[in-house]
């Protein structure tokens, strides 16, 4: 499925993704990685509520009245 999503004229093999992944982990270390895709994770769900009009701010769980 990895493979899939990155084929294409220039796209990503395996060994290029395997490499990226290796530096990655020697820059940042394996304690700093958890704590960047958290980060990660809460800009995607931020930008995917901005762009489907939420106007409620990211992590705030909805109140009786909105359901």
Same mark, same amino acid.
């Given at each position: %499925? *990895?493979?899939? @999503?990155?084929?294409?004229? %220039?796209?990503?093999? !395996? !060994?290029?993704?395997?490499? @990226?992944? &290796?530096?990655?982990?020697? %820059? ?7 704590? *960047? %895709?958290?980060? *990660?994770? /809460?800009?995607?769900?931020?930008? /995917?509520? &901005? ?11 909805? !109140?009786?009245?909105?359901?």
């Amino acid at each position: %499925m *990895l493979n899939s @999503i990155f084929l294409g004229p %220039m796209g990503l093999g !395996t !060994t290029e993704i395997i490499l @990226i992944l &290796a530096v990655v982990l020697l %820059m940042f270390g394996g304690r700093k990685i958890p704590e *960047l %895709m958290r980060g *990660l994770g /809460k800009g995607v769900k931020e930008f /995917k509520d &901005a762009k489907d009009g939420s106007d409620k701010p990211a992590g705030n769980e909805p !109140t009786k009245e909105e359901k």
